[in-house]
């Protein structure tokens, strides 16, 4: 079973920047894609960012573009969210996820906190 490990969240003033990690216990070949979605109280879980392998492929989602960097890494077995200029709006659990694509996710992480105070 693969499992994918975050670390980095926490606390951060307005205009700040965090570093999101994530690393799986293995690479599969089911994990082409791997990127971060986040969770707001009372909203819907929402992708933010994500990357194919090779890198050359990314997504951005319209809220974070300018602000959020996403990358790969560690043989593929681990994705990146640096995250610049962050807003209030930013705060949310953040959640690490891998699946053939954007669209289809089969592993999960556990979600780290991120929270913005202006």
């Known amino acids: 079973v693969v499992q994918l490990v975050e670390s980095g969240g926490g606390s951060v003033q307005a205009g700040g920047s965090l570093r999101l990690s994530c690393v799986a216990s293995?690479?599969?070949?089911?994990?082409?894609?791997m990127g971060w979605f986040r969770q707001a109280p009372g909203k819907e879980r929402e992708g933010v960012a994500g990357v194919y392998v090779g890198g050359s492929t990314t997504y951005y989602a319209d809220s974070v573009k300018g602000r959020f960097t996403v990358s790969r890494g560690n043989a593929a077995k681990a994705v990146y969210l640096q995250m610049n200029s962050v807003v209030p709006e930013d705060s949310a659990i953040y959640y690490c996820?891998?699946?053939?694509?954007?669209?289809?996710?089969?592993?999960w992480g556990q979600g780290t906190q991120v929270t913005v105070s202006s």
């Open positions: 996820a891998a699946g053939p694509s954007r669209s289809a996710i089969n592993y």
């Open positions: 293995q690479y599969t070949g089911l994990m082409n894609f």
